[in-house]
Each structure stands twice: as C-alpha cells, then as structure tokens.
C-alpha cells in the first residue's frame, strides 16, 4: 500500500514526532540540545510556524504547531533536518543519515485534543523514567507554562489562555493537568493518530477535515468518536 502524504493543514495545530534512526541518539551534550532549540525557533518564525509546545528526547523529539500555510510545516521540518544533520555529523565526525526516514504528524482537534497533546508532550521525561516531575526536566516547553522561565520559541495556543484569567491561574491550572496526568488509551490515541497520520478528533470535526483535502483522514471515511479532553 502507497503511504499517505504528510498532512499540512493551515490553521490546525498539529501533533509532529522526528525519531533518530535505528533509535540511535540524537543529542550527545546540551549544546546538542540548544542547537536544535535554536533551529527550531529561527525556521518556525521563518516558515509562519507558531511553536505551542516541544520535548527533546535522546532519540527523538515532538511538536505540537499550528503552520499559517500549507506549506509552512513541511519547509521548517526540512531546513531543521537538513542543517541539524550537517551540524550534528561535523560535531561527532560521522557521516550518513540520522533520522529515521521522514517526520510523522497529524492534525489535533483543538477544544478536544490540543491540551492533552501538550500533556502528553510533558510527561513523556517521566514516563521515561528521566526525571520524577515534568518541571524537573529542561528540554522541553513544560518550564514556559508553569511559570518556571520564559522561552522564546513557544507560543501559547488560545486554548491554554482559557485556563485562567491570569497568567498564574493559567500556570496552577496547567500544572496541576500535568501532574494528573492523561490516561492510558488518550495517550495511545495520541501516539497511533500521529503514527499513522490519522486526524485526531470528532467524527464532524475529521469529516469537515476531509472536505478540506483530498488526501484520506482516517480508516473510515466518516472518522470515528474517540476521546474526551485529558483532565485526569
């Protein structure tokens, strides 16, 4: 069977995951880690790309971003790719490919998905078993939204501004999500969409998707109900 083509739908954020090749590592010190930080911000702000949250992993990295053009994912992921590559092959005198073939994403349905997405981003650190609490862990965009830093990369999505009508109400509100955690099947909903570049949300908001692409959405041409939004 052909593989479907990446999803790119302006206005809808979406849920990207980059894996190493092989799950061969792709961060060897932390100016590694500020490197791609760094791509990550320049070419999202080139390509019209708001950043809504991020977690580097050792082999692999996620993104939650909502591209103001089609073509705006697409674009930033290849500069990132490309000029990560170039910089991380010179720095550990390798040569050859380090990710494993090309990004997967999906779209997420904003009022139902968007912050269990960001959650599931979070935690994956502890899940992991790299550190107890998300806030303990310094690469990923947790530390912006529970008030511990401000990181310049990150764009908050309206949604979050709905936890709270200050920024401190918006932080406990957010962290306390956080430490509850998402549950077991909202976590493997978030994974399989993205893996197989499935859209993630009700059956109208997935059949107003398809309306907008030809490219197929889902198993079923209708979508199917999934889940509500994490809130434990």
Sequence with gaps: MARLPRLSLPGYPHHVIQRGNNRQSIFESAQD???LLDLLDGNARKCGVA???????GNHFHLLVTPQTAEGL???MQAIGRRYVRYFNDRQKRSGTLWEGRYKSTVVQSERYLLACMAYIDLNPVRAGMVERAQDYPWSSHGHYAGLRIDPCVTPHPIFWELGNTPFAREAAYAEMVHAGINPVQRQALTDATLRGWALGEPAFVADLQSKTPRRLSKSSAGRPLLTRANS
């Design 51 to 57: 950043v809504h949250a991020y977690v580097l992993m």
């Design 74 to 76: 697409p674009q930033m």
């Design 33 to 35: 880690y500020q490197q």
